[in-house]
């Protein structure tokens, strides 16, 4: 029994160890279910948008089925000013990949969200973004290479691998974004990585460019406002939505569907590539007055589906009392996951 569990634990580790050295040298993004929860992230033009003092909060544990399971917390704050004409804001995110966050990233930004309004239900925002990134790289105490490793022993050798001249490297990034809202619609893209900056440890190797195109609307079911009923829920509303993704030859589509039935959110999304499907996402949400908590799971349906055990995602939102106005603004409607 105690063999069998070493060599489970070591084949994960071994698979975790191929999949961090090809984050190092393919890195792609760390990506979010919960899109809407993340709004920052997903696009620089979201900054101002909820005009009232957002702070959001994610934490996201995809593949806990494997030893080098990934980890990534984020946490913006954003705010519009109406002498700005915009919004600004914030975004801290530090991302752990394999064994013990043999891989770790973190990254800090700052943006501002120009809005202007194109007719009476048109508005426009257009974002920058700048941020600073530091990557680090523990290669001697948790990366397990296959020349260190016994079929009986299990870790024995020490590796013939040679570590970089600099383990941990600084880099600054920028991103852009534009958004479009109407009364029951928006659309969004956003283009991240704009300077490429160095991502490896051995090597020059930059940044690929991300790409993001994402949109919706909102349907109410019924033809009253948001009221109450009697059982203290408000008018169901659907929203269906699609966000594409594409980063150096990786194309992503994410479709999902949700129901807005206050003070409850439920909503599915099946991401997929060209050709190998990913995950369905199942989400669920709760919101009240000035704080929303939501929860998602990606049940993996790729080939990877035996051994990651999927991800977990937690998200907490948080309106603060808009400061007062001379001239009201209203805030863009959209999913709030």
């Known amino acids: ?107 800090f930004g700052g943006m501002y969200s120009f809005r202007f309004q194109v007719t009476k239900d048109i508005y426009v925002s257009a974002g920058l973004e700048a941020s600073i990134v530091n990557m680090h790289l523990n290669f001697n105490d948790y990366l397990i290479f296959p020349d260190q490793i016994d079929a009986r022993m299990g ?36 283009a991240a990585h704009l300077t490429q900056p160095n991502q490896a440890f051995y090597s020059e190797d930059p940044v690929p460019m991300k790409f993001t195109i994402h949109g919706g609307g909102l349907i109410n079911v019924a033809e009253e406002s948001r009221r109450q009923s009697s059982l203290g829920l408000g008018t169901p509303v659907i929203s269906p939505n699609i966000v594409y993704q594409f980063q150096q030859g990786f194309h992503y589509f994410n479709y999902g569907l949700y129901l807005d039935w206050m003070p409850f959110l439920v909503g599915v999304w099946y991401r997929h590539g060209i050709e190998n499907p990913d995950a369905f996402i199942f989400q669920f949400g709760f919101q009240h007055d000035h704080f929303k908590v939501g929860y998602s799971y990606d049940v993996t349906v790729s080939k990877m589906a035996n051994y990651t055990a999927g991800a977990h995602e937690l998200t ?7 400061p007062e106005q001379k001239k009201k603004v209203k805030a863009i409607r959209c999913p709030s996951f």
């Open 155 to 190: 870790v024995s050798y020490a590796t013939a691998a040679t570590p970089p001249d600099k383990l941990s490297r600084w880099s600054a990034d920028f991103h852009a974004g534009l958004l479009v809202s109407g009364r029951q619609w928006y659309a969004g893209l956003a």
């Open 316 to 322: 907490l939102g948080i309106l603060l009392p808009v």
């Open 1 to 107: 029994m105690l063999k069998t569990v070493q060599r489970k634990g070591l084949k994960s580790t071994v698979l975790g160890a191929m999949l961090l050295l090809s984050a190092v040298s393919y890195g792609q993004d760390v990506g979010f279910s919960q899109f809407y929860a993340n709004p920052l992230y997903l696009n620089p033009a979201f900054a101002g948008s909820a005009v009232a003092p957002r702070i959001s909060l994610v934490y996201r544990g995809q593949w806990p089925g494997l030893v080098s399971a990934f980890t990534t917390v984020s946490a913006s704050y954003d705010q519009y000013f109406p002498d700005l004409h915009g919004g600004l804001g914030f975004i801290l995110l530090t991302d752990r990949q394999g064994h013990h966050g043999a891989l770790s990233t973190s990254m």
